[in-house]
Nanobody, 115 residues
Framework: QVQLVESGGGLVQPGGSLRLSCAAS????????MGWYRQAPGKERELVAT???????NSADSVKGRFTISRDNAKNTVYLQMHSLKPEDTAVYYC?????????WGQGTQVTVSS
């Protein structure tokens, strides 16, 4: 079955960096777009960045120039490199893919930006 397992979250000071990873299994990873979403307390889940099967990327205006999404098809893994983190980046970050008719989500990883 499809599984998405995130890792790499944690507590970081403002201005710091983190790299999130999402290990995928149960489908032909290289053939599908992947995405990162986040949900802060009391807010709706929002799109952070996406990467197509061909490697084309898009990101939210709020993270442009600070976050980079990438993928390693040999490792079935998608990454989110985050730099210049701000307190407003604090959220649970989710890995996502859409296969056929269904959305699939990971369990989420907490990112907390605080001094």
């Amino acid at each position: 079955q499809v599984q998405l397992v995130e890792s790499g979250g944690g507590l970081v000071q403002p201005g710091g960096s983190l790299r999130l990873s999402c290990a995928a299994s149960g489908f032909t990873f290289s053939s599908y777009a992947m995405g990162w979403y986040r949900q802060a307390p009391g807010k709706e889940r929002e799109l952070v960045a996406t990467i197509s099967s061909a490697g084309g990327t898009n990101s939210a205006d709020s993270v442009k120039g600070r976050f980079t999404i990438s993928r390693d098809n040999a490792k079935n893994t998608v990454y989110l490199q985050m730099h210049s983190l701000k307190p407003e980046d604090t959220a649970v970050y989710y890995c996502h893919t859409f296969l056929g008719l269904f959305h699939y989500w990971g369990q989420g990883t907490q990112v907390t930006v605080s001094s």
